[in-house]
T-cell receptor, first 114, second 116 residues
Framework: DTGVSQDPRHKITKRGQNVTFRCDPI?????LYWYRQTLGQGPEFLTY????????KSRLLSDRFSAERPKGSFSTLEIQRTEQGDSAMYLC????????????FGNGTRLTVT | AQSVSQHNHHVILSEAASLELGCNYS??????LFWYVQYPGQHLQLLLK??????LVKGIKGFEAEFIKSKFSFNLRKPSVQWSDTAEYFC??????????????FGSGTQLTVLP
């Protein structure tokens, strides 16, 4: 399978702990996106990379959140000092370098903060 | 900023019934429009997309959608649903402005249940 891969699939953590998620995009895609989805809602945009450059960040992305894509391939999303409100599905997507290129999503990482 | 409204949260149909899921967006500029589907336990998949040209677009699995610019709508249709169409359907818009050209804004989704 050459789709978008996310790890882990599930993460349960205690409030105040730090967590890190990984996303491996489709290999020829140089755009990478992070979205967050809560129950009963559609995905909400968090941030976007073109190669290793983080070009857009949503106001949803508080200073406890940081995303990196150091070599322009895989990306990590770290949440520091997790809060219960951070519980959600974190989705990664990738696309070709074209405005009209559709997004290809991974299966997501489900985070539960207790 | 753009927004997307999906009118129905949950639709229940019998097999062979016709389907129409509503989607309206709010944005004054030029947009790209998408429908994504999420089957149980699977990732979001692109069903169809509209960028320009013929406002009636056809997607996979017999789905189609019509862009009506005057109504800011992009409703999804299928003449005859199957049990395997049971899934959650998301409408999304991508505004072609320089500040937000790369992020999709999704609606809250419509859960479709097709009864055998």
């Amino acid at each position: 399978d050459t789709g978008v891969s996310q790890d882990p699939r599930h993460k349960i953590t205690k409030r105040g702990q730090n967590v890190t998620f990984r996303c491996d995009p489709i290999s020829e895609h140089n755009r990478l996106y992070w979205y967050r989805q809560t129950l009963g809602q559609g995905p909400e945009f968090l941030t976007y990379f073109q190669n290793e450059a983080q070009l857009e960040k949503s106001r949803l992305l508080s200073d406890r959140f940081s995303a990196e894509r150091p070599k322009g391939s895989f990306s990590t999303l770290e949440i520091q000092r997790t809060e219960q409100g951070d519980s959600a599905m974190y989705l990664c997507a990738s696309s070709m370098d074209s405005h009209n290129s559709p997004l290809h999503f991974g299966n997501g990482t489900r985070l539960t903060v207790t | 900023a753009q927004s997307v409204s999906q009118h129905n949260h949950h639709v229940i149909l019998s097999e062979a019934a016709s389907l129409e899921l509503g989607c309206n967006y709010s944005y004054g500029g030029t947009v790209n429009l998408f429908w994504y589907v999420q089957y149980p336990g699977q990732h979001l998949q692109l069903l169809l997309k509209y960028f320009s040209g013929d406002p009636l677009v056809k997607g996979i699995k017999g789905f189609e959608a019509e862009f009506i610019k005057s109504k800011f709508s992009f409703n999804l249709r299928k003449p005859s649903v199957q049990w395997s169409d049971t899934a959650e359907y998301f409408c999304a818009v991508n505004a072609r402005s320089s500040g937000s050209a790369r992020q999709l804004t999704f609606g809250s989704g419509t859960q479709l249940t097709v009864l055998p």
